[in-house]
């Protein structure tokens, strides 16, 4: 399968099932040297020696987490500017944390209101309105501060940041297809912005799990219902690299998702419509050809009265 | 009582054999559901089941067992419950408390070791155990020339596994921290929490006071050592994240106090606490009745009281329902939360303890420093 459009192939975590050579090979993305993003494993990034023996194609990391640290190290008004930066994303996502946690509950709350009368209705749509309104207002509020940074630094020739990232396109403009791991999206996410990649990827396929995956949406939603201190409402961190409009993908719901609580999603899925959210769990695919699904495998959706269903391509 | 026991006692004379058989086939305490029965064999003239729960009598006799020399007493424990004993001997007017001799599982603690009971529905929590796969941190010892104590401390300073000067970390002072090393595997925790992503990688500072009686009773100079001398050599000798959310203080018993008196002592330095079954004593008038090591630790809590104010942002408190403490513990958590405070207050069936402490790490943990498992999508 190949047409104009570059390919997306998404995949769930490659643990326990792995299926990245079987999707790649009715993904129709064509064989050929393959360059990879492994900066969400950290100091394991360029361990990927169970991917090249999965895969036919020559592997390339890029190392960009490494070169980050490597900049970080011999440039210290780039790392403290970076540092500034990240305690700025962490305070504003603590305050948004905390204004979210409101507007959840008074969400649930009238959710939870039973009956179905206009005047419920109402305040049902105005409760996730608000949230709707809290989430864009925290989207803008975070890419100010990107913004803020990048006007700082780019362009700067003394933190050689500029050199590292022309660099870096040089080197990726011999590749026709990127693959980009699972991991910390956060460190992720931190990397690509920070060379520009975000701007390289658009002409690239695409072949992405987990972590790789959720970064090319248009936003970053975390999500873990499961965590040792009980569950946590879904946060927007970011905006992702906006290459797969209108989607949430929310790898590993079985171990993530309280997938039977119908209220949250329910939830969940009002709060982020238009958008679809999509569950990736291991062994799952999704094929995007350029933002058009094409083909996809043990993927669901979340749905309005909060159930799941097939996801099917148009 | 416990079946196979009732078989054995109802043979007209149960042989040495047969009770020898018996002792070998079951394991001690002998739980059936909420039932757990004790048993002792041997000569003795009385015999007392001593486990120091809150509500129960101190001292739970045994009955001797017809035709035997076998003792034995039942008590009803809920579900989930874990308690420390010892069997106390009376031989003529000698009284001796020893281990369960028919029981192996032990806990220890500064004073020594009691034997554990395991009622039904009580497990450990897998992560408190050694996980080969979890990377392990490193403990190194320094030394800090305290003015406040007009002495030098030791201290234990926990690098986490992945450790890099780089980086900037949060930190985490804990009182009693060697004991918690050595009683409540703290550190077997702090490795497997890290390694599993429940809690970030983290410095921790565990101090040992040689009198921790009077030090962490509300004692002002312990409070100047935290805020004035570790504080500032903790930041000059390792990277840690120099902001009050980035720091936690953690205390079990007077090690609660301690960390609750040094962070209202020393407003917004420190965002978060851990205190477990903290010996919050404190009286409404007249005198308290628990004797006068508690006589400090009351002024300041009664004082603490009248004025708290904001000690720190996020406090998690844990008690056994089984503790002399479960009122005072329970009866600050409205006075927190109506201050501001987040508070998160946690319960077990459990007692004054190492391993209560222990088992409830995570959660205290984990909710006051949580990890990366929420960014990480693997």
Redesign the interface.
């Known amino acids: 399968m190949t047409g104009k459009e570059p390919l997306r192939l998404l995949l769930g ?3 326990p099932t792995v299926n990245l050579d079987r999707a790649l090979a009715r993904s129709g993305i064509a064989e050929g040297p393959i360059a990879v993003v492994s900066a ?1 494993w950290q ?1 394991a990034e360029g361990d990927i020696d169970d991917v090249r023996r999965l895969l036919k194609s020559p592997l390339t990391d890029l190392g960009i987490y490494r070169k980050a ?1 490597e900049l ?2 011999a440039n210290k008004p780039l ?1 403290d500017a970076y ?1 500034l930066r990240q305690e700025s994303l962490k305070e504003q996502q603590r305050l948004y944390r905390m204004r979210l946690r409101q507007l959840m509950i008074a969400a649930r709350a009238t959710l939870r209101t039973e009956g179905e009368t206009t005047v419920i209705a109402a305040e049902r749509r105005h409760a996730i309105s608000q949230l709707r309104a809290l989430d864009r207002h925290h989207l803008r509020q975070v890419g100010k501060i990107h913004g803020r940074f990048e006007s700082a630094v780019n362009g700067d020739s003394n933190t050689h940041l500029d050199d590292v990232a022309a660099a870096l396109a040089e080197q990726l403009s011999h590749f026709e297809t990127v693959l980009i791991t ?5 460190v992720l996410i931190n990397r690509l912005r920070l060379f520009g990649l975000h701007r390289l990827l658009r002409e690239k396929n695409i072949i992405a799990w ?2 790789g995956a ?1 970064v090319l949406c248009d936003r970053i939603v ?1 999500f ?1 219902d499961k ?4 569950r ?1 409402d879904a946060e927007i ?1 970011s905006k992702g690299l906006g290459l797969l409009p209108r989607l949430v993908l929310l ?2 719901p079985t171990d993530r998702l309280r997938t039977r609580d119908l209220l949250r999603v329910s939830l969940f899925d009002r709060r982020f419509s238009p958008a679809i959210c999509m569950t990736l769990d291991s062994g799952s695919f999704l094929l995007f050809e350029g933002e058009t699904l094409r083909e996809s495998a043990a993927a669901k959706r979340m749905t309005r009265n909060g159930t799941f269903k097939p996801v099917r391509p148009a | 009582m416990n079946p196979a026991l009732r078989k054995l006692i109802r043979k007209p004379a149960p042989s040495p054999a047969d009770i020898d058989a018996f002792i070998r086939d079951m394991e001690f305490p002998l739980v059936d559901g909420t039932d757990v029965t004790f048993v002792f064999r041997g000569e003795a003239d009385a015999v007392y089941l001593r486990c120091w729960i809150s509500g129960l009598d101190t001292a739970q006799p045994f009955q001797p067992l017809k035709g035997t020399d076998l003792w034995a007493t039942t008590i009803e424990l809920p579900k989930g419950s874990r308690i420390e004993y010892k069997f106390e001997l009376v031989k003529d007017v000698h009284k001796e408390l020893i281990l369960d001799p028919l029981n192996d599982v032990v806990a220890h603690d500064p004073f020594g070791a009691n034997s554990v009971c395991h009622a039904f529905g009580y497990e450990r929590p897998e992560w408190t155990l050694h996980d080969s796969i979890s990377r392990q941190g490193s403990l190194h010892t320094r030394h800090i020339e305290s003015e406040a104590f007009s002495a030098t401390r030791e201290i234990q300073v926990y690098l986490p596994a ?1 450790f890099r000067d ?1 980086r ?1 970390y949060p930190l985490l002072i804990v009182h009693d921290g060697v004991d918690y090393l050595k009683y409540a595997d703290l550190k077997i925790v702090l490795d497997n929490l890290t390694h599993r992503l ?1 809690i970030p990688s983290v410095i921790v500072a565990l101090i040992q006071s040689p009198d921790r009686l009077k030090e962490y009773s509300g004692d002002d100079r312990h409070a100047r050592f935290i805020a004035e001398e570790l504080l500032p050599f903790m930041n000059d000798a390792y990277p840690v994240a120099d902001s009050a959310a980035s720091r936690c203080l953690m205390g079990a018993s007077f090690g609660g106090v301690a960390s609750l008196h040094t962070a209202w002592r020393y407003p917004e330095h420190f965002g978060s606490l851990l205190l477990q079954s903290g010996s919050f004593a404190f009286s409404d008038i007249g005198r308290h009745n628990r004797g006068p090591v508690f006589d400090p630790v009351v002024r300041f809590m009664n004082e603490f009281r009248e004025h708290p104010g904001t000690p720190a942002e996020r406090i998690f408190m844990s008690c056994g329902m089984y503790e002399s403490l479960i009122y005072e513990n329970r009866s600050l958590v409205p006075h927190l939360q109506g201050k501001g405070v987040e508070v998160r207050f946690e319960e077990a069936r459990d007692a004054h303890n190492w391993e209560n402490w222990r088992d409830r790490q ?2 205290g943990l ?2 006051l420093m ?1 990890g ?7």
């Open positions: 975590p490659q643990r969400a100091e640290n970080f190290d790392h540092r699972g991991g910390n999206i956060v987990s972590a959720m975390l873990h965590l040792p201190q009980g946590r961190l790898p590993n | 992945t780089n900037r429940e995570r959660i984990s909710w949580p990366p498992a929420w960014m990480v999508y693997d």
